[in-house]
């Protein structure tokens, strides 16, 4: 322990007395450790952490593969969504399961205190809380009495992050009132902290019995209605029962739930479509985390950033290697010395790993500061651009281990070898290397080239990743949206949260779309129920009168509820027949409007306009919605979105209009008019909020964040690792020019020109990029490969990104040889011959 | 044969003085010097007489701070970088005390170095670098590195080295310093053969038995030509 001590103190001296070295390899690791941080933060937030509840091992997620029928409310994998009624046939099993939960987030209106907030709510069964085992932190969570009786029980429990925020953590709002979707609840309690549902990215404020569910979302009550899927729904197994055996278990009750449901549908009987919808099984999959869905949207996109990281890390961790090989190679006297006095390789290995250690124990807390700021900026940047709630900057105990673990691995990666190679020396031939009457013999420095033939290799790695995520976030900015975002903005209102009706909320939007075509600069006004470009759908099957319906057919056709204007003010260019009309009532003949895809996909050989179309399908379904007009597609929910069928309704004949955005082309930069939407609005109704008011242009942005950030981080750590590789290539061709400095002088004696020694100097890094490109660009196309889910319009064998990823690594390299060249040139054949 | 008439280097005052912060050391005062095609002169002296700098200067490897300095009849004191490289490469040959092989390089590779910087093509290199190394004996070891020989076996490459590209001047300084007595010898007989088939060797000692291998010797001290022997002598 003493001469540990004592190790540590000569190791101090050490760092100190080498104030450059100690700098820069802090920094590197510092850069490198605090990127990995940041990142694994966001990757444990997202894709380790499993539910803060009981037994989380217990829990599994159902999913049912297969054709839907009805309306599907889905963020995500249909397969995932089941009706109430099927959620309580499924919940009935007590063989395998201890219990089985379900729940729906739903937009709140919470009006409290004086003041209304625009929240999220999540409705849940009664046993929710009782199967995770998630207990109230003071009050009660709801209970299976709360959820038996529809509207019964208008009680509410809080969650401790909303409690905390809204609330101040104040005891005193037990048995309080707050007015909910305009419907009065009770608090009866707040659920306990660091509970935030069972879905990463999402952070109920509020907790609401499932009977409720009409209150809460009164355009459609669903609950009854074995055809309208809208639940997430988990189970916790029975203790000792496998996942395979509670997936037996359920199937055998799933059968009977599913000809309960045929009995609703209007299926031709005995045809493919009954068939596969019967044959149809549930998939139990692991749910310690919850549902997965964030895991599978952002899952390989992290990996992939992950996986870059820890490259930037083996890089700087490299560089440092490189940086303690020369130290090394500077103090083999002092290794010859120890030697000689008794010192045992061991010890000395010890010393030189101590000094490692305390280096990287420097990195690591400095790169532990840089990751939390890292983590600030990416945390921001989520929840504003991504919309994904309960993704926080906290070092939290995970962080701190993982950051400890990469210090200590940084600290064996870069000090190992180096140490080894430094004490396996024998003291003769350290004693022979300083009396050399030739020039550095051969081998001498070549693991010092590999290893910046590593960096070099792991650098293109990284730029091929940046480059080939550039290119995706490239091609998708220069899609054609089929709408143009030019001085547009939107805004949202949800009028069934302020208690409107359907009839009062068509006549609303009528009024509001007239008063913002009054206001001064706006060129046209236009409105849908589906926002553009937010990864929102709304689907349903249709029937078209004279086609013959193919059990092949894929009749599942998205579509939206828009208002007359909504075509000219979104820059959508009509192809055939008309748009909407103040004369398209809900008294009128009902109509729709196709875009180009669905006309070719229905009507390959004769004009859609005049043809009517059924939604629906089974033989009492009504063809009784004409088709008036032809649009050219145009990206609905998601700029990566292959074109697809697609039509439109007028939200006057539509109906269940559970919400509304609006679409506001004007002369000049539309935030100028912003405030005045705001104004023209709450001049219609002051109790209506407005949400999501910004550019489309910033719409388009947002459902690009993913890319953005991919690509951002992915040419940072390109970036950095070019930097850290320059570092590293110049670190070793400034050795060998001071090592080579007799060899050089000779060279030069004997006639060797300036440019036969830059050549010298070019040859050594040539070789090194040669070396590295060779082993890199394979890799690199591998890793293309693995992430080719994640480009577009890119593919993993695309060349100019090779070539691009190759330039740079080259004009780094000749960067960085640029003053060891020059060095090399000005030796000066006397100075260095005296060296004898 | 040789025109021992023909001048080949003629120095006229010429001298050399370090400057360092505050002191001015004259290395080398008012040297005239001719040294004629075919001759082996020797420069000899005690240590830190001047005879390294005489010799970088005579080399090309430095500039005179003044006087003249005529090599082939071209005057040299002032040539560009470049110029003095080309005529280092092309004009002369260096033997140094430490052999001053390159580490990496075969012996092979460390000969053909000087005409690889000249662009000789590669058969006219084999041609060449196979006849050097077979005038000084060491043909047979054609692809070992410096590190697998003898100090005598390194300086008898070294010494192909320098005449490998036929230079108008062999110039040797302390060629046996790093040697032991027998194969000292060895390497001054080699200089002496060399020098009966025509080489002008030029060789900076500060052993006067190596210096009377050579004949005519110049004595140096402090920087000056103190005495010139002009008789050939056989050696020890």
Known sequence: MHTLWQDVRYGLRMLAKNPGFTLIAILTLALGIGANTAIFSLLNQVLLRRLPVRNPEELVVLKSPGPKHGHVWSDGDDSEIFSYPLYKGLAKNTKVFDGVIARYEFSASIASRGQTDRGSGELVTGNYFEVLGVQPAFGRVLSPADDDVQGAHPVVVLSHAYWTRHFGGDAGVLNQTILVNNTEMTIVGVAQAGFSGIQVGQMPDIFVPMTMKGQMTPIRNGLDDWNDSFLAVLARRKPGVSLEQAQAGINADYPGLLEQQTATLKMRAGGKDEKEFLGKKIVLSAGAQGRTTAQRDSGPALTALFAMVALVLLIACTNVANLLLAKAAARQREFAIRSALGATPGRMMRQLLVESFLCALGGGILGLILGSWIMNILTQAIVSEAGVRGITAQVDGSVLAFAGAATVASALLFGLIPAWRATRTGVSQMMKDQGSTTSAGPGHVRFRKFLVAGQVAFTLLLLTGGALFSRTLWNLRQQNLGLSTENLITFSIAPQLSGYDEARTVALVDQLRQRLTGVPGVLGVGSSQIPVLTGTDMGTNITVEGRQNLDTDDRHVNFDAVSPGYFSTMRVPLLYGREFNAGDTANSTKVAIINDAMAKEFFANRNPIGVHLAMGSGDAIKYNIEIVGVVKGAKESHVRDADRPYFYRPYSQFGKLFGMSFYVRSQQDPLLIASTLQETVRGTDANLPVYDLKTVQRVVDEDLFAERVIATLSAAFGGLAALLSALGIYGVLAYLVVQRTREIGIRVALGAAAGHVRGLVFKEVGWMVLAGALVGLPLAYGLGKLSESLLYGVHAGDVPVYAAALGIICIVALAACYIPSRRATRIDPIVALRYE | ?236
């Open chain 2, 1 to 236: 044969m040789t025109d021992a008439t023909a001048t080949l280097i003629k120095m006229e005052g010429v001298k050399k003085v370090f400057y360092t912060d505050e002191v001015e050391t004259h290395a080398l005062s008012e040297i005239h010097l001719e040294i004629k095609k075919g001759q082996y002169i020797s420069i000899a002296g005690p240590s830190g007489c001047g005879k390294s700098t005489l010799l970088s200067i005579l080399g090309l490897l430095d500039s005179p701070t003044g006087g003249e300095y005529m090599l082939n009849g071209q005057p040299v004191a002032n040539l560009s970088i470049s110029e003095r490289t080309r005529i280092r490469n092309r004009e002369i040959g260096f033997i140094f005390q430490a052999f001053n092989l390159i580490g990496d390089l075969t012996v092979y590779e460390n000969v053909e170095l000087p005409l690889t910087y000249r662009g000789t093509s590669a058969a006219e290199r084999k041609q060449k670098v196979q006849y050097a190394l077979e005038r000084v004996g060491m043909a047979h070891r054609l692809r070992h590195y410096p590190s697998q020989l003898s100090g005598g076996q390194q300086q008898r490459v070294a010494v192909a080295r320098a005449l490998v590209g036929d230079p108008l001047i062999l110039m040797a300084d302390e060629p046996t310093g790093n040697l032991d007595s027998k194969n000292g010898e060895a390497v001054m007989e080699l200089l002496r053969d060399l020098h009966r088939n025509g080489a002008t060797v030029c060789m900076v000692t500060h052993d006067q038995r190596y210096a009377n291998f050579a004949e005519r010797t110049i004595h140096l001290f402090d920087g000056r030509i103190v005495e010139e022997t002009q008789e050939a002598r056989v050696g020890a």
